[in-house]
């Protein structure tokens, strides 16, 4: 079973927030994710850069 995270970068969360500020008629739940990642592909990323660090495995 694969798990997916959704990712978005900061500055696209930002920009979605000044936006909404200045639209007082914006009302509700946005979404901003554009990208979802396994899980598992997550881990091997991130403990391949970072080998130093103990990343716990999803199993």
Known sequence: M???AP???VDDVAS???HLFEHPNAIG???C???EVPIEE???L???KYPE???PNIE
């Open 46 to 48: 991130l403990s391949t």
């Open 16 to 18: 979605a927030h000044i």
């Open 7 to 9: 990712f978005v970068h």
């Open 42 to 44: 997550l881990y091997k």
């Open 33 to 35: 994710s554009k990208t």
């Open 2 to 4: 694969l798990t997916r």
């Open 53 to 55: 660090y103990e990343i």
């Open 29 to 31: 739940r946005y979404i």
